[in-house]
């Protein structure tokens, strides 16, 4: 029944559905899984790095993590050249309303900007749903630290905790169970970790299928976003005992 409606993003089908669009977030549930986790004093977002082959070679700045402004940063999961076109449509959008109002653009305002943009790419004849899914981490004065998601269809919702990419209904169920109110920031490092380390496909976890950065506020009170260095991030996968130390390590 499928087949004659999904030729068109435009098109609904007699159940009220974009096939065009769901075929999108199933691209998503292709790629590798990106875990935010909103803490009191800070959000962490933590990302799979898929090595699809031995003789790639590993990039040293990040794959899955993004700086948008220096108050909010963003993780992916889906196409990475679509990812690329949206994050510098919401880094431009970020300066604009800088460079007009003199202070930083709030969050949601960000994240519902750059929804916009995508809601756009369903309803016109012609184009493609863009297939990525965020996971947007920010602070602002106004609400404090937030945790965002959007995806393909332009819908975008607010979280304590949220998982994209593979095996996220598994993912969430989990920080369901484990997920508290007033979890610091450390705890939720820790939370994320052991989530990933159980709903990747990969049997070890290491520091090169990892990546993890954090937005905090500095006791200057200016917004910090810090993506983890591999070295201490293999470290902090001993310490949490997700993996075994290596002879150099120990």
Not at 58 to 79: N, R, W
Not at 90 to 108: G, I, K, L
Not at 165 to 175: D, E, Y
Not at 219 to 243: D, I
Request: glycine share 8%; aromatic share 10%.
């Amino acid at each position: 029944m499928s087949r004659r409606y999904d030729s068109r993003t435009t098109i609904f089908s007699p159940e009220g559905r974009l096939y065009q669009v769901e075929y999108a977030m199933e691209a998503i549930g292709n790629a590798g899984t990106a875990i935010g986790i909103l803490s009191k004093d800070g959000v962490v977002l933590v990302g799979e790095k898929k090595v699809t082959s031995k003789l790639l070679q590993t990039s040293t700045s990040a794959e899955k993590m993004y700086k948008i402004d220096d108050h909010v940063a963003c993780a992916v999961a889906g196409i990475m050249s679509d990812a690329n076109i949206l994050i510098n449509t919401a880094r431009v959008q970020a300066q604009r309303y800088t460079y007009a109002y003199q202070e930083p653009m709030p969050v949601e305002q960000l994240v519902q900007s750059l929804c916009d943009t995508k809601q756009g790419y369903t309803q016109f004849g012609g184009l493609r749903p863009f297939g990525v899914s965020f996971l947007f981490a920010g602070w602002d004065k106004n609400f404090g630290f937030q945790l965002y998601t959007s995806d393909p269809s332009g819908n975008y919702g607010g979280w304590k905790a949220a998982a994209i990419g593979a095996n996220n209904q598994a993912a969430q169920s989990m920080l369901k169970q484990d997920y508290k109110d007033d979890i610091m920031r450390e705890e939720a490092v820790q939370l994320a970790v052991k989530v990933l380390s159980k709903t990747m496909d990969s049997t070890s976890l290491t520091s090169e299928k990892l990546e993890l950065a954090e937005v905090f506020l500095l006791p200057s009170g200016n917004v910090k976003y810090q993506v983890c260095s591999p070295e201490s991030l293999a470290k902090l996968l001993v310490k949490f005992g997700v993996t075994q130390p290596t002879a150099e390590a120990s």
